[in-house]
């Protein structure tokens, strides 16, 4: 049976420190590790020394973890009726009314406005950036995440916007072979993720996302392949011109069995988690990324 808005806000009232937890779990704190991008800045750039500029990065990541978090909230607000079909997003507080939508919705608004305004004081062209995000991720929520192949470049630029302003906040100019990687990188998560909501949600598939109903399986088969390709050529010309880090070359291997153990995790294992939750879950993917971090220090300031 389909909830309306109506009854959800009357069906649940909370104390006060219930809705704030509720608050806190539609912020989504498993998937801030996105944010993790606004560092590839400072530890690209051989600063992650320099103690000014790694706090305000680590202030940039807090800032941008309140506004993404924000814009969750909102983007489950927009999708509430449609989110009872998923039986993961089902269970999240304001598709099951545990969290007043009025309330949510200011709780949106008062977290977007302190992260834009922190991060206009921490920086003011990296609030401009911020502030792109925002909107861009409201124009997303609102309209286009429903037009094919538009809603997953969307998606990736938001990624490419948390390098840039990793970069903003350590003063250096963003490669333009990490932004390429992880342009396509952000792809392939992409359109690994519409693949895995396509074979969870199965003929409930378009009630959930509208869109869904334009992929295939074998159209998206194909884009997840080309976007692991691209990636790793991408990731292999940035490590080549790295110039005076030849030793970089040791992160590679690292990568390849990412890339990897990511296709082998949805091809194989038909895994449908969401590829943030499958680096916190599946044990050598997420041993590959922390030891591709290892060799990344090591390469850039040992080595």
């Not at 079909?85 to 507080?93: D, N, Q, V």
């Not at 250096?172 to 390429?180: G, M, N, R, T």
């Amino acid at each position: 049976m389909e909830i309306s808005k109506e009854n959800i806000q009357e069906s649940f009232s909370p104390t006060l420190l219930e809705e704030l937890n509720y608050f806190v779990i539609s912020l989504r704190p498993k998937q801030w590790s996105k944010n993790l991008f606004l560092f590839s800045g400072i530890i690209f750039s051989g600063k992650l020394y320099d103690g000014l500029l790694f706090l305000n990065t680590v202030l940039a990541f807090f800032i941008f973890c309140l506004a993404s978090g924000c814009i969750y909230i909102f983007n489950d607000i927009i999708d509430l009726e449609k989110d009872q079909f998923h039986p993961e997003k089902s269970k999240r507080p304001i598709a099951a009314g545990l969290l007043n939508i009025s309330h949510a919705r200011a709780y949106a608004f008062i977290g977007a406005g302190l992260s834009l305004s922190l991060s206009f004081v921490l920086n003011p062209t990296f609030c401009f950036i911020l502030a792109v995000y925002i909107g861009q991720n409201i124009l997303y929520s609102t309209k286009l995440k429903s037009i094919v192949i538009l809603d997953i470049l969307m998606i990736s630029f938001g990624f490419v916007l948390r390098v840039i302003s990793g970069s903003i906040i350590a003063e250096v100019l963003p490669s333009e072979w990490v932004l390429l990687t992880t342009l396509f990188l952000a792809l392939l998560l992409g359109f690994g993720k519409r693949r895995s909501e396509l074979l969870l949600l199965s003929e409930s598939a378009q009630k959930h996302r509208s869109n869904l109903a334009q992929y295939t399986l074998q159209y998206l088969d194909y884009l997840t392949f080309s976007m692991a390709n691209l990636c790793i050529i991408s990731y292999l010309l940035f490590v080549l011109t790295s110039g005076e880090k030849p030793s970089f070359m040791i992160t590679v291997p690292f990568v390849l069995y990412a890339i990897l153990r990511y296709l082998y995790l949805l091809f194989v294992e038909k895994r449908t988690q969401g590829p943030e939750l499958l680096a916190l879950e599946d044990k050598p993917l997420c041993v590959s990324i922390v030891l591709w971090t290892i060799a990344c220090f090591l390469a850039l300031y040992i080595l």
